[in-house]
């Protein structure tokens, strides 16, 4: 990467590229950072964000009719979040969604940009909907408060997504507990910003902290992200991403029927957990990095699941996130393969094995089964 394609902020003290993003890395100490950006006293680059947007009066009610949220009456600077499924209910894309009267915005991960706004373009039919990948266009800063940043407000209303992630949306359910929940604390938001403003921002006082330290406190607060906690075979459950970006309430749209049967009848196959780990050995396992357990009924360990991110945070240490078969026990001690290296972990739990079932409907007594 050249110097004149670097981020205005690569001119702070301390800055440290990220080459896969082209923003901050770090300055010079991620653990700090982490306790500014939390207290909402700093400023993140976002790394990886692209920008899709939908024009046209058809496209509330359009977005609406595809994807999980409900969105035909989202007012003017109203912030949510939506998830585009597969037919089987699986995750394909996950948007922040926010109206400007006049514009859907649709702040995605860099990779989902091109083909979402492919897909949605090839869903227009005659409707009166314009799609465009508006990426390149607007830069995206990361806050925990307001910061009174330079937000782009092309239609007057100022492009701010604030994250729902801290409470159950309207028309959603958690399957983690309230009381414990991380989320409580996530005031994150997210401004759009043109590339003057970001210059603007860059040149002020304003501290800057770097993506280690997001990525750090998105973990510590059980956040989901397309792409590292999602997989092929990824329904909402899962996560609970029912929390924040489905309404079971709503209409027909892809994916639908396996949200309700999994919700009111089944259970999710997978769970979310948070693990903590055991710093002795310094080493973080990586994306993908096998989970084991010791299984009750073979005596050995079996591999359970894998861990989707990992960080150091600034006050619980090394922790990860990790995806493990809703089976396994929710005090079952946990191992981790950080290269060579096997971890010991503790999982908290966030979505448990009873998730889901939620219509209570009790099961019938098999054919020719003895009544006792």
Same mark, same amino acid.
């Given at each position: 990467?050249?110097?004149?394609?670097?981020?205005?902020?690569?001119?702070?003290?301390?800055?440290?590229?990220?080459?896969?993003?082209?923003?901050?890395?770090?300055?010079? @100490?991620?653990?700090? =950072?982490?306790?500014?950006?939390?207290?909402?006293?700093?400023?993140?680059?976002?790394?990886?964000?692209?920008?899709?947007?939908?024009?046209?009066?058809?496209?509330?009610?359009?977005?609406? &009719?595809?994807?999980?949220?409900?969105?035909?009456?989202?007012?003017?600077?109203?912030?949510?979040?939506?998830?585009?499924? *597969?037919?089987?209910?699986?995750?394909?894309? $996950?948007?922040?969604?926010?109206? !400007?009267?006049?514009?859907?915005?649709?702040?995605?991960? $860099?990779?989902?940009?091109?083909?979402?706004?492919?897909?949605?373009?090839?869903?227009?039919?005659?409707?009166?909907?314009?799609?465009?990948?508006?990426?390149?266009?607007?830069?995206?800063?990361?806050?925990?408060?307001?910061?009174?940043?330079? $937000?782009?407000?092309?239609?007057?209303?100022?492009?701010?997504?604030?994250?729902?992630?801290?409470?159950?949306?309207?028309?959603?359910?958690?399957?983690?507990?309230?009381?414990? %929940?991380?989320?409580?604390?996530?005031?994150?938001?997210?401004?759009?910003?043109?590339?003057?403003?970001?210059?603007?921002?860059?040149?002020?006082?304003?501290?800057?902290?770097?993506?280690?330290?997001?990525?750090?406190?998105?973990?510590?607060?059980?956040?989901?992200?397309?792409?590292?906690?999602?997989?092929?075979?990824?329904?909402?459950?899962?996560? *609970?991403?029912?929390?924040?970006?489905?309404?079971? !309430?709503?209409?027909?749209?892809?994916?639908?029927?396996?949200?309700?049967?999994?919700? @009111?009848?089944? %259970?999710?196959?997978?769970?979310?957990?948070?693990? %903590?780990?055991?710093?002795? *050995?310094?080493?973080?396992?990586?994306?993908?990095?096998?989970?084991?357990?010791?299984?009750?009924?073979?005596?050995?360990?079996?591999?359970?699941?894998?861990?989707? &991110?990992?960080?150091?945070?600034?006050?619980?240490?090394?922790?990860?996130?990790?995806?493990?078969?809703?089976?396994?026990?929710?005090?079952?001690?946990?191992?981790?393969?950080?290269?060579?290296?096997?971890?010991?972990?503790?999982? =908290?739990?966030?979505?448990?094995? =009873?998730?889901?079932?939620?219509?209570?409907?009790?099961?019938?007594?098999?054919?020719?089964?003895?009544?006792?």
């Amino acid at each position: 990467m050249s110097t004149d394609d670097r981020t205005p902020f690569a001119a702070r003290p301390g800055f440290v590229l990220d080459e896969a993003t082209g923003v901050a890395s770090h300055y010079g @100490n991620p653990l700090i =950072e982490q306790r500014s950006l939390s207290a909402g006293s700093s400023v993140v680059q976002v790394p990886s964000r692209g920008i899709v947007t939908v024009t046209g009066p058809d496209r509330l009610s359009w977005l609406d &009719s595809l994807t999980s949220q409900s969105l035909k009456r989202l007012a003017p600077g109203i912030s949510t979040e939506t998830l585009l499924l *597969d037919p089987s209910g699986r995750v394909e894309h $996950a948007a922040g969604v926010l109206d !400007d009267g006049e514009t859907a915005w649709l702040l995605v991960e $860099a990779a989902s940009a091109e083909p979402l706004a492919a897909w949605l373009d090839r869903m227009r039919f005659m409707l009166r909907v314009e799609v465009a990948d508006r990426s390149a266009d607007l830069a995206v800063l990361g806050s925990f408060a307001d910061l009174s940043l330079p $937000a782009a407000d092309p239609a007057g209303v100022p492009l701010v997504w604030v994250d729902p992630w801290r409470e159950v949306a309207v028309g959603g359910v958690s399957y983690a507990d309230e009381a414990s %929940h991380p989320g409580a604390d996530w005031t994150y938001r997210e401004t759009l910003v043109t590339a003057e403003g970001l210059a603007a921002v860059a040149a002020s006082e304003i501290p800057a902290g770097g993506a280690l330290a997001l990525e750090a406190l998105r973990i510590a607060a059980w956040r989901p992200r397309l792409g590292t906690e999602t997989d092929e075979r990824t329904i909402p459950h899962e996560l *609970d991403w029912l929390r924040s970006a489905v309404h079971l !309430d709503k209409g027909c749209y892809r994916g639908q029927e396996t949200v309700a049967k999994v919700h @009111n009848l089944g %259970h999710p196959p997978r769970r979310l957990v948070l693990l %903590h780990l055991d710093g002795s *050995d310094n080493v973080l396992p990586a994306h993908g990095a096998e989970v084991s357990a010791v299984s009750a009924k073979l005596g050995e360990t079996v591999v359970v699941g894998e861990v989707t &991110s990992s960080a150091v945070h600034y006050e619980l240490g090394p922790i990860a996130l990790a995806v493990i078969k809703r089976s396994v026990p929710v005090d079952a001690p946990l191992t981790v393969l950080a290269d060579d290296t096997v971890v010991a972990a503790a999982q =908290e739990v966030v979505v448990p094995p =009873e998730a889901g079932a939620a219509a209570g409907v009790p099961r019938l007594p098999r054919l020719g089964g003895v009544r006792r």
